[in-house]
């Protein structure tokens, strides 16, 4: 149990040492109370980017909906370019009369400059189509290709986060734990880790806002983080979780956010991972199963299928 606050008149609450209930709304949305899941937002309102925000668009897809799209915007733009030379009969010569699927495959020759000689432009009209055809394939190739090119390059952390946070006593102070893992085989220089806390706050005159509120660590720095690093907050009298147990979490809707930022050992680039926990990824009077282990000889062992392992504290009695 967390020591009761004084001066606030608040009695420490017992809580249970298994994961608490979710509420009624997680209950009905499961999929949103997965650990690390952020909250939906709905925007109402807010001006629409279009084409302005297409490369930003491009880039956040995944790499099967990223080459599903533009293979369909390729195919669907040769689908218009056989409709326009189908509209003009003798335009293409070699095409069977009334076939949209040789004006098909001629588009596709010429928007990728192939050209078989099979098939070619036989009238102005045919010769004016051709002409667009090929400066919308010179336009769209390098702009796939460099597309491609910044989505694969795009520094990303392999980080990992514990699924569930942890308070127990540490060094004989409550303590609020975390685990957090660099899942590749290299070294993240100059780690570091912001630890902030979404709460509702009503003022005086009774607004309701979302105050951020940083929480002093332990440690928040590493400077070459290569494995697993356990985040610390003490829970004493200037934190904000002094006195408090699980139904003040969920009361007063508390979300932590987690922020690690860094330079990437081998591109040298600045990369980034953030990860949230809900009132219900906190367990109270948790521990984490032991994942790092030193060999006799030095060797340094992680055991990733123990890293979100957890397990109750076992209370001595008096």
Not at 169 to 174: E, S
Not at 188 to 199: G, Q, V
Not at 200 to 217: H, N
Not at 302 to 314: G, L, Q, S, Y
Request: glycine share 8%; charged share 20%; hydrophobic share 40%.
């Amino acid at each position: 149990m967390l020591p009761k606050k004084r001066g606030n008149g608040r009695r420490a609450k017992t809580y249970r040492t298994d994961r608490q209930p979710d509420s009624p709304s997680a209950r009905r949305h499961p999929e949103q109370r997965r650990a690390g899941n952020r909250p939906p937002v709905i925007r109402l309102g807010a001006p629409r980017r279009g084409w302005h925000d297409l490369y930003h668009g491009f880039l956040v897809l995944p790499w099967g909906a990223f080459l599903l799209t533009l293979a369909g915007f390729y195919l669907l733009l040769n689908l218009g370019y056989a409709v326009l030379f189908a509209l003009g009969p003798g335009s293409v010569h070699g095409a069977r009369p009334d076939s949209l699927l040789d004006a098909f495959f001629f588009s596709i020759e010429t928007m990728s400059t192939v050209g078989f000689g099979e098939m070619y432009p036989a009238t102005l009209y045919g010769h004016v189509i051709v002409t667009f055809d090929v400066v919308t394939g010179v336009l769209l190739v390098p702009l796939a290709v460099g597309l491609m090119i910044a989505k694969f390059t795009l520094p990303v952390a392999h980080v990992m986060f514990s699924r569930n946070a942890v308070v127990s006593r540490f060094d004989g102070k409550p303590t609020l734990m975390f685990r957090v893992a660099n899942v590749r085989k290299n070294q993240i220089i100059e780690a570091r880790l912001k630890l902030t806390l979404l709460r509702d706050y009503q003022t005086v005159e009774g607004y309701r806002y979302r105050r951020m509120l940083d929480l002093p660590l332990r440690r928040d720095t590493n400077p070459f983080f290569a494995l697993s690093w356990t985040v610390m907050h003490s829970i004493d009298e200037a934190s904000p979780f002094y006195g408090l147990g699980p139904d003040d979490f969920r009361a007063e809707a508390m979300q932590l956010v987690a922020v690690l930022t860094g330079i990437d050992g081998t591109s040298s680039s600045t990369v980034y991972a953030r990860h949230d926990y809900a009132p219900g990824d906190i367990l109270f009077d948790h521990v984490f199963e032991d994942a790092v282990e030193v060999n006799e000889d030095g060797t340094v062992r992680i055991d990733f299928r123990c890293f979100h392992a957890t397990r109750p504290v076992v209370r001595k009695p008096p």
